[in-house]
């Protein structure tokens, strides 16, 4: 089993900043690719960026410029550095990662973090 952990949300004014953590922890072989989602009151779930173990990334246009993810491959966490936040920013944000088990290949999900961004 493995478990997805985020942490570091929070409120913050537009323009600010903030650093969210996501720690997979359990029988972890190897971590492909991990991915941080958002999903906004009363809108779907959305990508809003990508990295894989290699270290490439990809970014949604929105956030591009402004927000950096990166991953420390020897604690299995994922950060997502968001700068000069925005109202429509807001959501909870969660953290999505492939993870082989050794055994196995499966997609798991974090419980989200909320952050809020106020004007």
């Known amino acids: 089993q493995v478990q997805l952990v985020e942490s570091g949300g929070g409120l913050v004014q537009a323009g600010g900043s903030l650093r969210l953590s996501c720690a997979a922890s359990g029988t972890i072989f190897s971590i492909p690719s991990m991915s941080w989602y958002r999903q906004a009151p009363g809108k779907q779930r959305e990508l809003v960026a990508t990295?894989?173990?290699?270290?490439?990334?990809n970014y949604a246009d929105p956030v591009k410029g402004r927000f950096i993810i990166s991953r420390d491959n020897a604690k299995n966490t994922m950060y997502l550095q968001m700068n000069s936040l925005k109202d429509e920013d807001t959501a909870v944000y969660y953290c999505?990662?492939?993870?082989?088990?050794?055994?196995?290949?499966?997609?798991?999900w974090g419980q989200g973090t909320q952050v809020t961004v106020s004007s």
């Open positions: 990295i894989i173990s290699g270290g490439s990334t």
């Open positions: 999505y990662a492939n993870v082989h088990t050794g055994l196995r290949l499966a997609n798991y």
